[in-house]
């Protein structure tokens, strides 16, 4: 089976292509790297591609797409996810700088796209809004938290860091405590989006960006409990939540089975765990629902 090592870009749909540009360039200090027609794709500042918008008639969060091993086989790999009862299919030329994918649908409705080859679309780009230094993350709502995080666990090989009682799962494919989160809800749709900034100060400097374009920040600054992440959240014109964070764990070495050290850490040494209910930050101004 295939093992996921990074994330690679998210797409979404939306019914304004011309907004949802103008905020992720404007504000989340995107590139625009190419459009074409009602696709755009952007990329960070160093020229990695981390979103893919397409125009459709709602707001959402259709696709992940995921790095695998530049070993992997995809014909191989194909016939082994049909044996586990997953369709796929192999396109080329799916977005700028990736040649070629593999395309399933995880068990919420996703798609997932793996690739092994890519390319930067430029680099040392300048930018004019926030800026951030790669995408970390994405977080889903949906109804069986405990469906995805195991399709997630056996299809594509990533691995448990935490959990919040029995409704909040944390997952990682590489040493980042996690790559997605799966929280539970009523309906399947997006919790978040969430992006490395540099340090705290880039995310004061986020801070006073959001308050300068009148974007209400509504969470944070908080220090997060599992993931131990210092994070900041807004929302975009579709009213998709986007997080920047920091310092967010890492588990160097899976054998040794803890994350990083770090003096704010609950437990020494910090290995993934269940989190009781009410334990989800470390300190920062409580959400409200």
């Known amino acids: 089976m295939p093992q996921a090592r990074r994330i690679g870009h998210a797409t979404f749909e939306t019914p304004d292509l011309d907004r949802e540009i103008d905020y992720w360039v404007n504000v989340a200090g995107l590139v625009l790297a190419e459009r074409e027609g009602k696709r755009a794709f952007l990329a960070t500042k160093v020229g990695q591609l981390v979103v893919e918008l397409n125009e459709g008639p709602e707001a959402r969060c259709a696709g992940l797409s995921f790095e695998v091993s530049?070993?992997?086989?995809?014909?191989?790999?194909?016939?082994?996810?049909?044996?586990?009862?997953?369709?796929?299919?192999?396109?080329?030329?799916?977005?700028?700088?990736?040649?070629?994918?593999?395309?399933?649908?995880?068990?919420?409705?996703?798609?997932?796209?793996?690739?092994?080859?890519?390319?930067?679309?430029?680099?040392?780009?300048?930018?004019?809004?926030?800026?951030?230094?790669?995408?970390?993350?994405?977080?889903?709502?949906?109804?069986d938290v405990k469906a995805v995080t195991s399709f997630y666990e056996k299809v594509l090989r990533f691995r448990v860091s935490d959990w919040i009682g029995d409704w909040f799962s944390f997952m990682r494919c590489g040493p980042d405590h996690h790559t997605v989160n799966f929280v539970r809800g009523d309906k399947t749709q997006l919790a978040h989006i969430a992006f490395e900034a540099k340090d705290m100060s880039h995310i004061a400097s986020a801070c006073d960006l959001l308050g300068h374009k009148g974007i209400p920040i509504t969470w944070g600054p908080v220090r997060h409990g599992p993931g131990h992440n210092v994070s900041v959240y807004h929302q975009d014109p579709d009213n998709n939540t986007v997080e920047f964070y920091i310092d967010l764990d890492q588990m160097k070495d899976e054998e040794l089975g803890y994350f990083e050290p770090r003096p704010w850490h609950r437990d020494l040494p910090q290995r993934p765990k269940v989190w009781e209910n009410g334990t989800s930050q470390l300190w920062g101004m409580k959400r409200h629902a």
Do not use: C, I
Request: glycine content about 10%; overall charge negative; charged content about 20%.
């Open 70 to 143: 530049p070993k992997t086989d995809f014909a191989a790999l194909g016939r082994e996810l049909a044996a586990e009862g997953v369709a796929s299919a192999l396109a080329n030329d799916v977005a700028p700088g990736m040649k070629r994918a593999l395309t399933l649908e995880d068990n919420k409705g996703t798609k997932v796209q793996l690739f092994s080859e890519w390319s930067y679309l430029g680099d040392h780009h300048q930018v004019t809004g926030v800026g951030p230094m790669k995408l970390g993350h994405v977080a889903f709502v949906t109804p």
